[in-house]
């Protein structure tokens, strides 16, 4: 019965969770952080230039799900900068969750999930699919604690857990569906996502850690 609930629950959000850039005004949830401001971008000096008569190639559209969820700039538990688009998301298969390291509820048993994803995913984490873990609380969670942290769940490398100024943070977590005015009030919903397909599935952060796997795995064979 659980199981079947359980399921029943995963095919209802993964039809209801579409990638959120293809229908903003229906995905983006109620509450809403203040617009982080935009990073500056330093002028190409070559901008405008003749290259030997032939024209400058005109510069990519972005894609919808690049509009959506935004370059805002994040800080992994290395210190090292990461937009959260191009370096995060682009391209991958995540899973995506958020939590605190000062949580001693749900955040435990939620990240002991992922390290048992990781422990099934072997040698393709950080090669075919990526954990995410955002912190709802950035001022508390600077790198080095986030690092220390990641300790405790035997992270490797391909499992980043993000902080960084809290405008941004929250910025992301809101283009996630996951942002609260309140740290406690976080959610336990993971989002499995493969970008480069635009499936996005949502799944019980405190479920069995086989279904989330197999999830996982599912999404996975979709690319």
């Known amino acids: 019965m659980k199981r079947a609930f359980f399921l029943a629950f995963i095919l209802v959000a993964a039809t209801a ?13 109620a509450q809403t952080p ?13 901008a405008g230039h003749n290259h030997g008569g032939a024209p400058a190639p005109a510069a990519a559209e972005p894609t919808a799900a690049a509009k959506w969820f935004t370059d805002v700039e994040l800080i992994n538990q290395d210190g090292q900068k990461m937009r959260f688009y191009s370096d995060v998301l682009r391209g991958k298969v995540v899973v995506v969750n958020a939590f605190f390291t000062t949580c001693t509820s749900v955040c435990p048993p939620m990240n002991r999930n992922f390290e048992k994803i990781q422990d099934a995913l072997g040698e393709r984490l950080g090669k075919e699919v990526y954990l995410v873990s955002i912190s709802v609380d950035p001022v508390t969670d600077t790198p080095p604690r986030m690092k220390e942290y990641a300790r405790k769940f035997n992270a490797r ?7 960084g100024k809290k405008e941004n943070v929250d910025w992301a977590l809101y283009k996630l569906g996951q942002y609260v005015e309140a740290k406690d009030d976080h959610k336990t919903i993971v989002i499995i996502g493969n970008e480069s397909k635009g499936l996005w599935k949502k799944a019980f952060g405190l479920a069995k850690s086989e279904e989330l796997v197999k999830i996982v ?3 996975l064979k979709d690319q």
């Not at 203040?34 to 070559?46: L, Q, R």
């Open 17 to 29: 969770f579409t990638v959120a850039a293809q229908t903003p005004s229906k995905s983006a949830p």
């Open 34 to 46: 203040a617009k982080p401001s935009a990073t500056p971008v330093a002028a190409d000096p070559h």
């Open 217 to 219: 795995e599912d999404t």
């Open 157 to 163: 490398p391909g499992w980043l857990f993000l902080t």
